[in-house]
């Protein structure tokens, strides 16, 4: 069977790359036909997170077992195919290539092809420049202070008549309540 999966970046609009790959092939040939695809070293730790159907990871295949205590089982890339743990179209994954950051690619199984075998895997679609595999860890958390402040200025609309100074409220009615509610 071949697997065909869809790779997107939430850093990059127009970046996607398709890899068609043996069903029987491991985790660790899809990470490298991955990291092949979009230039990166392989030589960095990493790790696959199957998902559901709102991207919330469920279980992890890694590169390393880090030996971490832990009840789950731990999948590693070269030891487990993928049809051990991928069935079904539609599957995502999370593709974690910067632990540091915790940056990703998102991947989803979008055809099946039974009754086909592939010996090698094929990257048969490349658009678009892939996010550099790491990043200035000041320049980083910058931006995303500067994104956290933007979104939260631009959720509140204060000139909504439900806000303080508002047509719906008055200062006496605020002083009112302030004293009910006092509990000292």
Same mark, same amino acid.
Request: glycine share 4%; aromatic share 10%; hydrophobic share 35%.
């Given at each position: 069977?071949?697997?065909?999966? $869809?790779?997107?970046?939430?850093?990059?609009?127009?970046?996607?790359?398709?890899?068609?790959?043996?069903?029987?092939?491991?985790?660790?040939?899809? $990470?490298?036909? +991955?990291? %092949?695809?979009?230039?990166?070293?392989?030589?960095?730790?990493?790790?696959?997170? /199957? !998902?559901?159907?709102?991207?919330?990871?469920?279980?992890?295949?890694?590169?390393?077992?880090?030996?971490?205590?832990?009840?789950?089982?731990?999948?590693?890339?070269?030891?487990? #195919?993928?049809?051990?743990?991928?069935?079904?179209?539609?599957? $995502?994954? +999370?593709?974690?290539?910067?632990? /540091?950051?915790? $940056?990703?690619?998102?991947?989803? /199984?979008?055809?099946?092809? @039974?009754?086909?075998?592939?010996?090698?895997?094929? !990257?048969?679609?490349?658009?678009?420049? @892939?996010?550099?595999?790491?990043?200035?860890?000041?320049?980083?958390?910058?931006?995303? %202070?500067?994104?956290?402040?933007?979104?939260?200025?631009?959720? +509140? &609309?204060?000139? &909504?008549?439900?806000?303080?100074?508002?047509?719906?409220?008055?200062?006496?009615?605020?002083?009112?309540?302030?004293?009910?509610?006092? #509990?000292?």
């Amino acid at each position: 069977m071949i697997y065909n999966f $869809r790779i997107v970046s939430d850093e990059v609009d127009n970046f996607r790359r398709e890899i068609s790959i043996d069903s029987d092939s491991t985790f660790l040939q899809l $990470r490298n036909a +991955i990291c %092949d695809s979009v230039g990166y070293d392989k030589g960095q730790m990493n790790s696959f997170f /199957l !998902c559901d159907e709102n991207w919330e990871k469920e279980t992890e295949v890694t590169l390393e077992d880090m030996g971490a205590d832990s009840d789950n089982e731990v999948y590693l890339m070269d030891e487990t #195919p993928l049809i051990d743990l991928i069935e079904d179209e539609g599957q $995502r994954m +999370i593709f974690v290539f910067d632990y /540091l950051t915790d $940056r990703c690619f998102f991947v989803e /199984l979008k055809k099946i092809e @039974p009754m086909k075998k592939l010996l090698d895997p094929v !990257c048969s679609i490349s658009r678009g420049t @892939p996010p550099p595999q790491f990043i200035d860890l000041a320049n980083f958390e910058s931006e995303i %202070d500067a994104k956290a402040a933007k979104a939260v200025d631009s959720d +509140i &609309d204060y000139s &909504d008549d439900e806000f303080v100074g508002g047509d719906l409220y008055n200062e006496e009615d605020l002083e009112n309540l302030a004293d009910d509610t006092d #509990p000292f």
